[in-house]
């Protein structure tokens, strides 16, 4: 099967026409350059689309609407957009055409899908640390769909054993609270046998509780209004004697009311005869006096006086508190003799005993009265719990009927799930063991090191069990397997998903003898693409279409010189305007990216932050490789086709970009030596310049491999941004 004429209308970056965008391969190969952003992914897409009905893109996005994707944006609602190929198969010509959201014509061929290779799913292979090495293959060989699956239905079966496992802890929880009620009810009725014996419900079921309380609050009553006149008795007996014992004493002082009254006279006298020292004589009557004597008299009377009006203040505020007493007695007495005759308040002596007595009675009352409504409150709580415990039996069988319920679908989920696992994991071991040992092998080692073969054969051995992948080399002169994952570099690992893509296509041709590319650049290491080219012209000279896409310039002059003119087509995207009824459209692609070599910058750091240190280095590289370009094509570097193994960043170098910048910008002279000479410093950008020749250090790290560390990438971003940055505003500011 080749393809001779692609058609593309109001597909991705390819506007919609009355007549649409034809693309004449005659069945040749087909090498398309474009810088990025003016549509060969476009192209890419629409083959792919059109041919298999799928976009991995779509998958590595995460695009849920297919179509929202492969529409254009400028269609509107009444445009039809398709893809129609016309391919020969047998040295017949066939039509396929598919309409987005119509129907397909399109004869479906098995595994046409591995035919298109993309550099993204091989860049994910490599930088993805995150996902298991088993997705990792998956992913690449295209089993997006079955992960996808797979995923979805152990989220589904986590969440069936989350609700197992709730529901479980619930009838756990329920059959706790149902043991919990039975000991209550147990102990209940024991107690209550122990009170009242075994026809305890009959005794009780008489008893109101309501009629209980307020016969012991009436009681309380009683006792409470006992008690207190029982204190106010006792309180009125101490008064009335404090105030006898207080009369006695004041008529023990023998004082007459007529010298209380003249108080003040003698108050006056005595101080008088302290104020004079030398009286002889009577200031009254003049009769002769003897001062001391008579000083004294009055102190003797004065204190006399003072201790009987103090004692004349006790009485009064004794027969206050009297009156008071009296007054409670009074309240008391006639709240008493609502319950008891008058008769017990004639005698004293007797109500006192009276008193004390119905005192005694009345808390025993209380007290049985207090145990009855105890009673009643445990009678109530049996009742309770017994209620409760028929409603805990209700949802107790409920949990058990959910429990069953749940149980059966997570053992289910759980056993579908397990085999999917492992009828998946099959599809994956299949899928390898068919790949040959030898072919991987062959194809890794011409588009890596095609003048030293140091790799025997690849290991790769799945285990469908456990989800992991052994994949392991054979290195000559060495006995022992080494980890490739570990082993090899960066892009070296990118050449091998490159290897084991193109063998699987190989192994399942199905006379699907063309193959597309997106971009194979990025797919290798740069450093390999005279080695993928050979590759490439060796597929072709197996009756191989090659449809390739290209962002790089030198690549796609190296490839048409490689190739027989007469054996290929070219073509070039680019960006323009076109009108459609007044409205302003882009034929192809989306808006043209500038000076991306910014865009790996900020990637590196990113994946720096993320401490993705493989990655970080991969971009920088990138930026590397990119502004090179940039500034030769801008110097117009002059490159010899006839040393193809030169091309990159080397050839770069030995093609003497740094001299071609000093004679062109000979004022910059020295801040570009010097520019240079910092990157050539740098221990990973040192070997880079100088083609990465096989070392112990970067390229071939055995065992003793010296890795790099956090701080040496930031370095190295640091130095590629400013070299990045001095570069491009070298060759932008000195425009004539």
Not at 30 to 44: A, I
Not at 323 to 340: H, N, P, T
């Amino acid at each position: 099967m080749k393809i001779k004429t692609v058609k593309i209308n109001g597909i991705r970056g390819f506007c919609y026409c009355e007549t649409p965008h034809i693309i004449n391969l005659d069945s040749k190969h087909f090498f398309l350059f474009g810088e990025n952003g003016t549509g060969k992914s476009s192209f890419f897409d629409a083959l792919e689309w059109g041919l298999t009905g799928d976009v991995n893109e779509t998958r590595v996005r995460k695009v849920g609407n297919k179509s929202e994707y492969l529409r254009n944006k400028f269609c509107s609602e009444s445009d039809i957009p398709f893809v129609e190929i016309i391919y020969e198969n047998n040295r017949e010509e066939r039509v396929c055409k598919r309409t987005l959201g119509g129907n397909s014509n399109c004869e479906i061929k098995e595994n046409i899908e591995n035919n298109f290779i993309d550099a993204k799913r091989i860049e994910e292979f490599v930088i993805d640390t995150k996902q298991s090495l088993w997705n990792r293959f998956a992913r690449l060989l295209g089993f997006d769909s079955l992960i996808k699956f797979e995923e979805q239905l152990k989220w589904l079966r986590n969440k069936a054993k989350n609700e197992f496992d709730n529901i479980k802890q619930k009838l756990n929880l329920a059959n706790q609270q149902i043991r919990n009620l039975e000991e209550k009810i147990n102990n209940l009725n024991n107690r209550l046998k122990t009170k009242l014996g075994e026809n305890w419900e009959s005794l009780l079921e008489n008893e109101d509780e309501k009629s209980l309380l307020k016969i012991v609050n009436e009681l309380r009553d009683k006792e409470r209004n006992l008690k207190n006149y029982e204190e106010v008795l006792f309180e009125k007996e101490r008064l009335e004697k404090e105030l006898k014992d207080t009369e006695d004493r004041k008529e023990q002082l023998k004082i007459s009311t007529s010298e209380i009254k003249i108080s003040r006279v003698i108050n006056e006298a005595l101080n008088y005869f302290a104020s004079e020292k030398n009286i002889e004589k009577c200031p009254v009557c003049e009769q002769p006096i003897i001062q001391e004597k008579v000083f004294k008299k009055l102190q003797d009377l004065k204190e006399k006086l003072d201790k009987v009006i103090s004692l004349d203040k006790q009485i009064i505020k004794l027969n206050e508190q009297l009156d008071s007493i009296m007054a409670k007695e009074i309240d008391l007495k006639s709240k008493i003799q609502k319950y008891y005759s008058k008769d017990i308040f004639n005698d004293n002596d007797k109500l006192k005993r009276f008193l004390k007595q119905e005192l005694i009675n009345l808390k025993m009352k209380i007290h049985e009265y207090d145990i009855k409504i105890s009673l009643l409150a445990d009678w109530g709580k049996y009742k309770q719990n017994i209620e409760n415990l028929k409603e805990e039996n209700k949802t107790l069988k409920h949990l058990e009927d959910e429990y069953h319920i749940k149980k059966k679908i997570f053992e289910d989920i759980n056993r579908f799930y397990t085999l999917y696992e492992q009828k998946y994991g099959r599809v994956i071991q299949e899928e390898l063991e068919e790949i040959s040992k030898k072919e991987i092998t062959n194809i890794y080692n011409e588009i890596t090191q095609a003048s030293d073969q140091y790799i025997e054969y690849i290991v790769i051995e799945p285990n469908i069990e456990n989800h992991e992948i052994t994949f392991k080399l054979k290195i000559r002169g060495r006995e022992k397997l080494v980890d490739a994952i570990t082993f090899l570099s960066t892009g070296h690992l990118r050449c091998l998903g490159f290897a084991l893509l193109i063998a699987r296509m190989k192994l399942n041709s199905n006379n699907l003898n063309f193959i597309v590319i997106d971009d194979p650049i990025y797919s290798v290491d740069h450093e390999r693409r005279y080695f993928l080219i050979r590759y490439l012209g060796e597929l072709a000279k197996k009756e191989y279409q090659l449809i390739i896409t290209t962002s790089d310039r030198t690549f796609f002059d190296i490839i048409r010189h490689q190739f027989d003119k007469n054996s290929f087509n070219a073509f070039r995207t680019f960006l323009d305007n076109y009108s459609v009824s007044g409205i302003q459209e882009v034929i192809l692609g989306s808006a043209k990216i500038e000076y991306h070599p910014r865009n790996y910058i900020e990637k590196a750091e990113k994946h720096l932050k993320m401490k993705d240190l493989r990655a970080a280095v991969l971009y920088s590289r990138l930026a590397l490789e990119t502004v090179l370009s940039i500034v030769a094509k801008k110097i117009e570097l002059e490159v010899p086709y006839n040393d193809l193994e030169r091309i990159g960043i080397r050839g770069f170098i030995k093609a003497s970009i740094k001299e071609k910048l000093k004679e062109k910008y000979g004022n910059k002279s020295n801040e570009i030596e010097r520019q240079f000479q910092i990157l050539s410093n740098n221990r990973y950008f040192g070997n880079l310049l100088n083609g990465f020749k096989p070392s112990k250090e970067v390229h071939f790290p055995y065992d003793t491999r010296i890795s790099y560390v956090y701080d040496e990438i930031k370095d190295l971003i640091d130095i590629v941004k400013d070299f990045t940055s001095f570069l491009l505003n070298l060759i932008n500011k000195n425009k004539k």
